[in-house]
Every structure is written in C-alpha cells, then in structure tokens.
C-alpha cells in the first residue's frame, strides 16, 4: 500500500519463502500497520526496521513468523478468520489509538495519523487471541491495544519518552524500568529489577483493563508493562525489546519465553485445527 508521503511497504519485504513450510514451527503472527494517514518516510522506515528484527528474532528462536498488515482493507474485511492457524502474537508499535475506543471522543472523527480501521481490526483479533488464551506479546501501541480492548484507558500526551527528531518524526531514547518482583516479565529477564531499555511513546497505560495488572514503571511512575492474570502469556511492553539497539539478550529472552509457549499452543493446535496454508 502506498500514498502520496511515503511509499509504503510490502508485507513480501518481510516472509521468507520457509515461513510457509508447515515443518511443525509453531506460527507467530507480527501484527503491524505499514500504512496509516500521513505517514512519512522516517516513520515508515522505522516500522519496517522494527518489523524486520521482530521476523528475524522468531525465526530465530524457533518461529514462523507471518506478517499482518492491519491497514490493508482487504485483510481488515476478513475479521478475524485470518487467525484461525496462529499460535502466538506479536503487535508492533505505530500509530496512536483512536481515543473514540477508550473515551467519549467521536470515533468518527478524523485525527492526523490515525488509522481508527486498523485500531478496530487488531483490537478485534486481540480479544479473540485472549479469549483463546494464545499466547500474545504487544509492544508500545501493541501494549495499548491491548490494555484497550480489556477496557483501560490510555494517557493520551506524556513527555520524555522519546526524541524528536522534527517534522513530526520521533526517534528512540535509553531509560530506565523498574520491573514488578515476581511478574512474568521479571521471572523472564532473571528478576532483573531496574533494567535498561530503549523507548519512543508519548502515549502510555493510564487505567489497566480487566484483569490486567502493571508489572513495570518508569522513572516518572508512568506505566511501562502489563500482563493479563487470567492468561497463561499476554504481556504488553511499552518499550522496544526489537528495536536494533535495545539489549541483545533481553530481546532473545522475551521472544524466547514468547515461542515456547507459541510451541505448546501449536501442540494443541495439531490436534485440533488444520494446517496453516500459504
């Protein structure tokens, strides 16, 4: 998909040709916008780089990783069908929320930069994903997405979260997170309390969803990670564990602990469902 700003990408300048192979790996859809309104050439190639090293890290560690574009029309008419095959979920960063799905703001109203088509169609797949109890990690606005379709609600403006870069292009910045003891996201990282990463948001968690509990802040006590109590392993970063600076080994760690349990869901899978087709 294109427009008149950026050129827009291709979810083929992401699959290899073995992410097809139905060889027993389990399936990991990377959902992530390649378009929205207004998006220019710095923040597209950010998706695509961030996307890149989210393929590449599940291919690592043992995954089939299968790129969804939540803003391509066609894909967004078919619900939630596309998911029938899918044992774990990865939702990348973009663009803003529409505040319409966790205020009283008109969801027909027209905001710069945001894609409220693609808010609902990945809202509508996470709750179909938790409801399943599949395995799912959301990252930046992949975490609130996911905090909005278990009915929290976002901080729709905070500062010192990221670098801008001009025009409206923002860039990604080294701070700290203090991890919640004994949270899914510490016991993955080894407990490791404060913790560096790297991160570019302006918009955060304000009240968690049903059932989902805050497992990391930052140095000004904005929210920083979530995890659903009632699932095996639904976690939401607001950091970027793949962003190409971020720590090597954190990264491996979290989408390590993803594929495991992406490999137990495949397991159940395999006798429940028919194989995914290319």
């Known amino acids: 998909?294109?427009?008149?700003?950026?050129?827009?990408?291709?979810?083929?300048?992401?699959?290899?040709k073995e992410d097809f192979d139905n060889d027993g790996r389990p399936v990991v859809a990377v959902v992530v916008a390649l378009w929205s309104p207004e998006l220019s050439y710095v923040t597209a190639q950010f998706i695509h780089d961030l996307t890149m090293q989210a393929v590449n890290t599940i291919r690592e560690q043992g995954g089939r990783p299968l790129v969804i574009d939540s803003s391509a029309p066609t894909l967004q008419e078919r619900g939630t069908s596309w998911q029938d095959n899918v044992d774990a979920f990865v939702f990348l960063g973009g663009a803003d929320v529409?505040?319409?799905?966790?205020?009283?703001?008109?969801?027909?109203?027209?905001?710069?930069?945001?894609?409220?088509?693609?808010?609902?169609?990945?809202?509508?797949?996470?709750?179909?994903?938790?409801?399943?109890?599949?395995?799912?990690?959301?990252?930046?606005?992949?975490?609130?997405?996911?905090?909005?379709?278990?009915?929290?609600?976002l901080v729709e403006h905070i500062d010192g979260h990221r670098v801008d870069l001009?025009?409206?292009?923002?860039?990604?910045?080294?701070?700290?997170?203090?991890?919640?003891?004994?949270?899914?996201?510490?016991?993955?990282?080894?407990?490791?309390?404060?913790?560096?990463?790297?991160?570019?948001?302006?918009?955060?968690?304000?009240?968690?969803?049903?059932?989902?509990?805050?497992?990391?802040?930052?140095?000004?006590?904005?929210?920083?990670?979530?995890?659903?109590?009632?699932?095996?392993?639904?976690?939401?970063?607001?950091?970027?564990?793949?962003?190409?600076?971020?720590?090597?080994?954190?990264?491996?760690?979290?989408?390590g602990s993803l594929i495991t349990q992406a490999k137990q869901q495949a397991v159940k899978r395999a006798f429940q469902e028919p194989a995914l087709q290319q």
Not at 106 to 129: G, T, V
């Open 1 to 16: 998909m294109t427009n008149g700003i950026h050129p827009g990408f291709s979810v083929r300048y992401f699959q290899q």
């Open 98 to 153: 529409h505040p319409g799905f966790y205020s009283d703001v008109d969801l027909a109203q027209e905001i710069p930069w945001i894609d409220a088509k693609a808010d609902k169609f990945c809202l509508d797949s996470i709750n179909r994903a938790v409801e399943e109890d599949r395995p799912l990690l959301g990252i930046c606005r992949g975490s609130q997405l996911l905090n909005v379709s278990q009915g929290g609600t």
């Open 166 to 255: 001009g025009d409206g292009n923002m860039g990604f910045m080294d701070e700290k997170v203090e991890l919640v003891p004994e949270s899914k996201i510490a016991k993955i990282l080894g407990d490791a309390g404060t913790i560096g990463v790297r991160s570019s948001h302006h918009q955060t968690v304000d009240t968690p969803g049903d059932s989902m509990t805050v497992t990391a802040y930052a140095h000004d006590n904005s929210i920083e990670a979530i995890e659903h109590t009632g699932k095996q392993w639904v976690i939401g970063l607001q950091w970027h564990p793949e962003e190409a600076s971020a720590n090597e080994e954190h990264r491996r760690k979290i989408f």
